[in-house]
């Protein structure tokens, strides 16, 4: 592998340089600079979908994946009948639209960079709480992302409908687990333990969100002394999330698997989001299409609106355009592609 010294020229007039900004003499790999050209161009140009597909297949081929538990299945899954189950090709044709069914046994697959900035972010995919779709709000954040030193820990979770143990409670469980799990071993991947967040997409935008306003609950019994770690972010973000349970605006399939067709007024309160947020939930970027038609953008709204009279710092990013589940790839050629740029320079100013 070539290295190279590149040095960084004082900007004028105040415009960033490609690599922004390094120390005044830093040691690049060509696969740095590979990596970090494809990121900048992604914002001034549409990266096709072949190449977006090639640079997933780099990603996944250098991945690492681990269990959440201990014993590989989750304690509560031993009252799920559900069967594991791949899909391939769910979210489009190539071989990276994979999903998953039936989880019993929580994954999580670990997207490191070569320059590791310090900062980890826990990915919960969306699926309407129904499946996990691990590439297309998974592997294909990993280019992007590990481009800026953030490495990925994209995690697959058990359903909150498939017969487990604790219910409704069952993805939170893992998610709680898993952040648990990556502070414990943070120094493994270069990772400072008080720098981990959580990213959220749709249906895993609730399972983020419940770990943001709900990291100190109870839901499963200690396993070991990790389960001593707090499980609080140091931030979240929520792509498109799934908020509420009220029927005015809340997302049907979601709150089906949830918590059923007929709901109490308890339960709708217990996982509607917004009203379980405190002062100390943590900073919050959220971001979503107004013209989503699956998970309207009022989601966001409320917990926006939420988060800023309890003074939490938060932001908010609406586009006009996107529509539902456009994660990387669904973006390109709209404005929104700009998304992941601006939750890393906000994450950088939050940890």
Known sequence: MRAF???NPQPKGGTATLFSPPPPHFLYTAYDINLCFKFWRSEVTPISEQELVAMMDAAVANAVTFSVWPQGEAPGAATSLVTFRLEENLTGPSDFDRSVTGVRAPQITVYAPEKPNGVGILVTPGGSYRRVVLDKEGSALAPFFNARGYT????SYRLP?????EGANAPLADVQRAMRTLKARAKEWQLDPERMGIMGFSAGGHAAASLGTRFSEPVYLPKDEIDDLPARPAFMALVYPVITMHREIDHPG???ELIGDNPT???IRHYSL???ASGDTP???ILHAVDDPAVKVENSVVMFTALRKLGVPVEMHLFEQGAHGFGIRDAQGLPAAIWPTLMMN???TKV
């Open 254 to 256: 979601s709150r089906q």
């Open 265 to 267: 007024e308890q339960q």
């Open 161 to 165: 409908g498939d017969g487990h143990a």
């Open 152 to 155: 990925l820990f994209v995690m």
């Open 5 to 7: 010294f590149v040095k």
């Open 274 to 276: 917004e009203e379980r």
């Open 283 to 285: 900073p919050t970027f």
């Open 346 to 348: 906000w994450i950088a």
